[in-house]
T-cell receptor, first 112, second 114 residues
Framework: KQEVTQIPAALSVPEGENLVLNCSFTDSAIYNLQWFRQDPGKGLTSLLLIQSSQREQTSGRLNASLDKSSGRSTLYIAASQPGDSATYLC???????????FGKGITLSVRP | NAGVTQTPKFQVLKTGQSMTLQCAQDMNHEYMSWYRQDPGMGLRLIHYSVGAGITDQGEVPNGYNVSRSTTEDFPLRLLSAAPSQTSVYFCASSLLASSYNEQFFGPGTRLTVL
């Protein structure tokens, strides 16, 4: 059974800092890995999708990498801003039913 | 495109009452699913559908029913609500019923069962 872990559960950084959010998973036989952002009381917004054959994806100040063999993904946020404050979740897709297995998320706070 | 929409946004029920959570998408997506989000548990799959007329159980299906009569709609029914069903419910969809596809989530329904 796939298990997805995100540590630490919370992170606080000053504005402008470059930061890395980590995601680890136990079953390397994934189809893809998706990073989401969730603002308090809101839904999930898809940030980046990395297919199993890819090593990384970039969107603006965000860069996500995937290392299937070690069961790890990182989300790199460049020049963080207070507006980046949110909970970031990673999820892997395994099996034929498109089921996503989620980590519990990292709550990021960027201090002005 | 409105994307994935869910109604209602908030709902309070008494134990034993029934209700239907609505989910619709206007992107002609084949795959739709329901998750619940609980503190300390993360998101867990309840039911999913790979196309109109086809549904299947996820990780935590007990107490919930679904049907998919059209491509656009995927309602979730609580037949007899219990306090353990207090949660935030999210509907998701993707273009194809393939594990390679990106999934998109609705804004959620916050349900409290007293």
């Amino acid at each position: 059974k796939q298990e997805v872990t995100q540590i630490p559960a919370a992170l606080s950084v000053p504005e402008g800092e470059n930061l890395v959010l980590n995601c680890s998973f136990t079953d390397s036989a994934i189809y893809n890995l998706q990073w989401f952002r969730q603002d308090p009381g809101k839904g999930l917004t898809s940030l980046l999708l990395i297919q199993s054959s890819q090593r990384e994806q970039t969107s603006g100040r965000l860069n996500a990498s995937l290392d299937k063999s070690s069961g790890r993904s990182t989300l790199y946020i460049a020049a963080s801003q207070p507006g980046d404050s949110a909970t970031y979740l990673c999820a892997t897709s395994t099996g034929a039913n498109s089921k996503l297995t989620f980590g519990k998320g990292i709550t990021l706070s960027v201090r002005p | 495109n409105a994307g994935v929409t869910q109604t209602p946004k908030f709902q309070v029920l008494k134990t034993g009452q029934s209700m239907t959570l609505q989910c619709a998408q206007d992107m002609n997506h084949e795959y739709m699913s329901w998750y619940r989000q609980d503190p300390g548990m993360g998101l867990r799959l309840i039911h999913y559908s790979v196309g109109a007329g086809i549904t299947d159980q996820g990780e935590v299906p007990n107490g919930y029913n679904v049907s998919r009569s059209t491509t656009e709609d995927f309602p979730l029914r609580l037949l007899s609500a219990a306090p353990s069903q207090t949660s935030v419910y999210f509907c998701a969809s993707s273009l194809l019923a393939s594990s390679y596809n990106e999934q998109f989530f609705g804004p959620g329904t916050r349900l409290t069962v007293l």
